[in-house]
């Protein structure tokens, strides 16, 4: 049974069960070409809250060539890439490195066991550098703007930090405590702060133009979360649910599962790679509960590198390390091939084109599913996802290099 308890402040309400009703097969009309996003932001890993690796431009034609590249100098591996219109943050295990849109350094920083989230609006990077500590960081230099509490414990890892409207949403997932006598993880948070106008701080530099918050306990450490417009949904064993910005519940549906990844369109259908009656599938769910795709996947795929990449056009990709394959709005598997290499990741442009960085290549794959190479980095392996800008611009790391691209022989 999954259980969910409100908190405001340091004050605990009361252990609800979450009320929920059985999960159920339907079919539905495929939905209109989803709009693009801005042109401008790639804000945090795999896109956006939704985290459905939408790309926010199309893909010009032809070869591309390098445009710059800059060394890394970092003894870790890079993770993921972050922009908005005219700054570069390259995210590693412990730190992080601010470019500006040549690739001159322009800042750098420390991060603790979670996400980040770049929010271009008042040119901001949302830094979890403790369990109980967010930072707020000028996208201009890396200077420290403020400092935030969040209430999480020590054991605590942040897969998912966003900003919607003037809300701040921190899910919050506890890990295992290693010590003489080890802790099993027992829950997981979804907290939100409301930010007032314009951010105020104190002597300290703490945020106090916070007007109000809360937390939202669940009785799960595996839960998944994603945001899309004034909604977080999320997925735990055997319940997955949807709740408003403020933690109030607004559906909930239940069926034996666990779930894996999980991504979510505009409309807010969760797509999701799960674990149930031992085998490895692809549900896709609605807001009522009406699952329209349930789809068992070959063993051969393995594991996936991301969770799925859902298109414009609502069609889904699955990348693991070794293969890629589309599947229709109905669930049908309309093409699969092998990747040339180990994939680090992927994204889907605004013209339905599968941006894939495999070993030392770049490519790309569109609805026909033929590879077209679009670059390679000979002796180098391409680490992160490719993000694809407004000007016509590809980035993408490799250990030791941050690349850019452009269209051009």
Not at 97 to 124: C, H, M, Q, T
């Amino acid at each position: 049974m999954v259980v969910i308890e409100h908190q405001e402040g340091l004050y605990r309400g009361e252990k609800k069960p979450l009320a929920t009703v059985p999960l159920q097969d339907a079919s539905r009309t495929a939905p209109p070409r989803a709009a693009a996003v801005s042109a401008q932001v790639y804000p945090m890993h795999f896109a956006n809250p939704g985290l459905n690796s939408r790309l926010p431009a199309t893909l010009p034609q032809g070869p591309w060539r390098i445009r710059w590249q800059k060394p890394l100098g970092q003894h870790e591996s890079p993770l993921s890439i972050l922009r908005s219109a005219d700054r570069i943050v390259v995210r590693f295990a412990t730190s992080w490195l601010l470019f500006d849109n040549e690739g001159k350094a322009a800042g750098r920083g420390s991060v603790g066991p979670g996400a980040i989230y770049l929010d271009a609006s008042p040119g901001l990077l949302y830094v979890p550098v403790q369990a109980d500590i967010l930072e707020g960081r000028r996208l201009a230099d890396a200077s420290l703007m403020f400092q935030t509490s969040i209430s999480h414990g020590s054991t605590f890892v942040f897969p998912l930090i966003a900003r919607s409207g003037n809300r701040m949403v921190v899910v919050g997932t506890e890990i295992e405590r290693f010590s003489h006598t080890p802790r099993p993880a027992t829950e997981s948070t979804i907290e939100f702060k409301e930010f007032g106008k314009p951010f105020a701080v104190d002597e300290m530099g703490m945020l106090n133009s916070v007007t109000r918050g809360g937390t939202l306990r669940v009785n799960s450490p595996a839960l998944l979360a994603a945001v899309q417009g004034d909604a977080i949904r999320f997925a735990v064993p055997n319940a997955l649910a949807s709740i408003s910005t403020d933690l109030e519940v607004r559906s909930a549906c239940a069926a034996k599962f666990t779930p894996k990844l999980m991504s979510v369109d505009e409309a807010g259908s969760q797509y999701l790679i799960v674990e149930s009656g031992g085998r490895t599938s692809l549900w896709a769910v609605a807001p009522d509960c009406k699952r329209f795709i349930n789809l068992v996947l070959d063993p051969r795929y393995g594991s996936l590198v991301a969770p799925p990449v859902i298109g414009y056009d609502h069609r889904i990709y699955l990348v693991s390390s070794s293969y890629a394959l589309a599947v229709s709005p109905e669930g049908k598997v309309l093409w699969e091939r092998e990747t040339l290499a180990t994939a680090a990741g992927a994204g889907i442009s605004v013209d339905d084109k599968l941006l894939v960085s495999a070993g030392d290549t770049l490519a790309v794959l569109p609805d026909t599913g033929d590879l077209q190479i679009l670059a390679r980095f000979s002796g180098d392996r391409l680490l992160t996802y490719p993000v694809l800008t407004a000007h016509n611009q590809i980035l993408v790391a490799s250990k030791q290099n941050l690349y850019c691209l452009e269209p051009g022989m």
